[in-house]
């Protein structure tokens, strides 16, 4: 990926709550591929990693972050 579209992306990101549909959908598979690579492809393992981060999250306060797990969570759970 290009400089220009990773500082795209992390804007994306960071901005999470204000992007539209298309943007959150993209953002969404972009992290949860990011999960399934760490979890050697297993999904299961990947559903439970991004539960417990989102726990996780919720206790320090990322609720942006935390939107955009339970999106995931929602969309492929």
Known sequence: MGRTKSRVL??????????D?????KCRNYIFNIYLLKNDDDYHATI?????DL??????????????LNDILNDFA
Do not use: F, G
Not at 10 to 19: S, V
Not at 21 to 25: F, L, S
Not at 48 to 52: G, L, M
């Open 55 to 68: 726990v996780t999250l919720e206790h320090i306060e990322q609720y942006e972050t935390c939107a955009m």
């Open 48 to 52: 439970e990693h991004i539960t417990a």
């Open 21 to 25: 549909a298309e943007v959150k959908e």
């Open 10 to 19: 992390e804007k994306q990101l960071l901005n999470y709550i204000n992007e």
